[in-house]
């Protein structure tokens, strides 16, 4: 049991380091030397070295460290050491990564410095960390003044660095730019967080349910969860069929439905994660 919690933290130590050092190069690659602010606190530091020479890793140590004791306090003590791992980890790359942009094309810099910035984020999300900043002041505040969500705090403070970015290099295309940088991190990470979607939910009212269900786990070996509803309608009882398979079964899927029943209702979803017996193993 030590051991394999000493293997859990190892590799979350690992992941966590793989995640930010990518972190760092989406920002001293591309999005710091064109001044391009994807909001957070490394967008603000970004913004205040172009106004004041102040390297970003020290802006980033300045505001984070006095979050993370706030954070302690307000929080509990249990909080986070992972925060704090990655926090320091993150001011350390920015200060020994040489600054020097990939390319000077400012919507080419958005993109990719999105791209791989979204792509560390996640990284270091999926191993249950953060690089402090924004969630961990939306944390707080939300902790300080329930009513509010968490999102509408981050989302309030990325608005604010966004547009502080463009009245400092007195350009609105620098606030664009930031924006698109921004949705793409956003993105990315919510990609790497609940994945590409490989897998579909199919939800199928039917008439013959036995039939489908005994062809979908004999052909597609996927099981299937029976439900009974009533058609609001009618007021007549439905029987309800709930399956999930990948998409290389998608359309074989369909096929058998209505090759068994043509008047069958079908209904697909993308799943973005799927745990248990036949997808993936359930972890602690």
């Known amino acids: 049991m030590e051991k394999e919690k000493w293997y859990k933290t190892l590799l979350s130590l690992v992941g966590l380091g793989v ?45 984070n460290i006095p979050l993370f004791i706030i954070g302690m306090i307000i929080l509990g003590k249990n909080f986070g050491w992972k925060t704090l791992y990655a ?24 993109i990719f410095g999105g791209l791989v910035s979204g792509i560390g984020l996640g990284i270091v999300f999926k191993f249950g960390g953060t690089t402090g900043g924004t969630d961990l002041a939306g944390s707080i505040l939300n902790k300080l003044f329930p009513s509010l ?19 400092v290099d007195k350009k609105v295309e620098t606030s664009l730019y930031s924006v698109i940088s921004l949705f793409i991190t956003i993105k990315v990470i919510d990609l790497i967080l609940e994945g590409i979607g490989y897998l579909k939910g199919f939800l ?16 597609l070996d996927r099981g299937v ?6 058609g609001m309608y009618t007021k007549e009882e439905k029987d309800v069929l709930l399956c999930v398979v990948n998409r290389s079964q998608f359309a074989k899927t369909k096929d058998i439905v209505y090759d068994i029943d043509k008047d069958a209702f079908i209904m697909v979803t993308e799943m973005s994660e799927v745990l248990g017996e036949g997808f993936e193993e359930i972890k602690s």
């Open 19 to 63: 995640g930010v050092f990518l972190l760092a190069i989406g920002l001293t690659f591309f999005l710091e030397p064109n001044t391009i602010a994807p909001g957070g606190v490394t967008g603000f530091a970004i913004v205040l070295k172009k106004i004041t020479g102040i390297p970003v890793y020290l802006t980033n140590l300045a505001i």
């Open 87 to 110: 926090t320091a980890l993150l001011s350390l790359f920015l200060k020994i990564i040489p600054i020097q942009a990939v390319t000077p094309d400012l919507l080419l810099s958005s």
């Open 149 to 167: 969500s968490l999102s509408t705090f981050m989302m309030a403070i990325d608005v604010v660095v966004v547009a502080f970015a463009g009245i």
């Open 204 to 219: 199928i009212i039917t008439s013959k349910p036995e039939e489908i269900s005994k062809k979908i786990m004999e052909d």
């Open 225 to 230: 969860t029976l439900f009974k509803g009533i």
